[in-house]
């Protein structure tokens, strides 16, 4: 799964020529992704592109998160041709930029933007955002030129929710034995999941659960951190902390838990279901809940991973995550969980000052944890 995680897109245009299918990129966490597979099309995240922009600078301003502008540019690099269509969440201001200008710049691919609520747990919302994935259902069943019945649907849910549950059950063990696994290899597994077929996915964690459970429990002192943020797709970080012999035990990320974390049950009308998976999942900075405290919740995972401290990892120019920060802050001050802030970018920058400060955090947290 590391190899997908490091050439998805290798990964994804073998599938297209293996089995003649069609696929679909997607961005956000806040697609459901599910319709596309009941579909037999294969949904694929688009992260980012790691080459340094050339060609999005003159549509798109560069103080917009590189995740847009380097998507922007890879497709414009004509490196994203193999995909058949394109859609996009309405998750923030950028996303919904970005969309408006790929629909200029090909106009003859497939793309629709769903628009999904801001504030996710309102009595209006389900009945919205139900019509709103019908919407985009009938549109997308128009351009396949086949319908997607309930039971395809159902089923493509029970298998989301089998890999969901397969995804919990690897972060429940690294929490309680992180010597088993390391945080790169977690992180590649989650992205392994956004560009194979659920089914083929799950089969694999499967096994590599069995292997993991069989590795005893190690009481090392290492410092266990959270990674809190938006995309990390870094695996120069990730590596650091190795390098820093910190262990990551738990995370709420976009491209960790925060993907696949909530399981709806599994029975009712399946656009319901899905509809009521996007609304209760844990929310990112992008939705609003009266319902959800994101403070208490990295809090609790603190307390309950009985991690010694919290890594942020913002995407540099992401408003949602930004706008965040300070309460975030402020409310793990309070509760006296040290954390440091660290600005990221898709393409890969110099490491070196992520080092020395990460290195300073780290031994400041040893030296607590060791008294
Ligand atoms: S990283 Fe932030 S600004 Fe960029 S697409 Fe995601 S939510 Fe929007």
């Not at 769903?114 to 069943?141: C, G, H, M, N, T």
């Not at 995407?315 to 920060?325: G, I, R, S, T, V």
């Not at 509760?335 to 393409?347: A, N, S």
Request: proline share 5%; with cysteine.
């Amino acid at each position: 799964m590391s190899t997908i995680a490091a050439q998805p897109y290798t990964y994804v245009k073998n599938w297209k020529e293996r089995t003649g299918g069609r696929v679909f990129g997607y961005f956000c966490s806040y697609f459901p992704e599910e319709l596309l597979h009941a579909a037999g099309v294969l949904p694929m995240r688009i992260l980012g592109d790691k080459e340094n922009v050339a060609l999005a600078d003159s549509h798109i301003q560069a103080f917009i998160c590189s995740l847009v502008r380097t998507s922007l540019d890879a497709a414009l690099k004509k490196k994203l041709e193999f995909l058949d269509g394109v859609v996009f969440p309405h998750s923030c201001d950028s996303i919904q930029n970005l969309a408006d200008i790929w629909r200029y710049n090909f106009p003859e691919q497939f793309s629709d933007v769903v628009v999904l609520p801001v504030w996710v747990d309102v009595p209006e919302a389900e009945q919205y955002l139900a019509q709103e994935i019908s919407r985009f259902k009938s549109k997308f069943e128009r351009h396949l030129g086949r319908q997607i019945a309930g039971a395809e649907l159902s089923k493509s849910l029970d298998i989301y929710n089998e890999n969901r549950s397969a995804l919990a059950a690897l972060y429940a063990l690294r929490r309680d034995k992180p010597n088993a696994i390391s945080g790169q290899t977690v992180l590649d597994i989650v992205k392994a999941s956004m560009y194979m077929r659920k089914e083929d996915h799950t089969a694999l964690l499967q096994e590599a659960l069995e292997e993991l459970r069989s590795v005893p429990r190690d009481d090392d002192q290492s410092v266990r951190l959270v990674l809190y943020g938006n995309v990390c797709d870094d695996p120069g970080i990730m590596h650091l902390f190795e390098e820093l012999e910190a262990v990551v035990v738990d995370d709420d990320l976009c491209t960790g838990s925060r993907y696949f974390l909530h399981i709806e049950p599994s029975d009712g009308d399946p656009i319901r279901r899905l509809a009521q998976r996007y609304l209760r999942k844990i929310p990112c900075p992008s939705k609003h809940s009266s319902d959800f405290d994101r403070r208490t919740y990295l809090v609790n995972m603190v307390r309950q991973s009985k991690a010694d401290g919290v890594v942020i990892l913002l995407l540099k120019f992401c408003d949602p995550h930004a706008f965040d920060y300070p309460d975030i802050s402020k409310r793990l001050t309070e509760d006296q969980i040290p954390h440091l802030l660290i600005e990221t970018e898709i393409q890969p920058a110099s490491i070196e000052q992520t080092r020395t400060r990460l290195q300073a955090f780290v031994e400041m947290l040893k030296e607590k944890k060791n008294g």
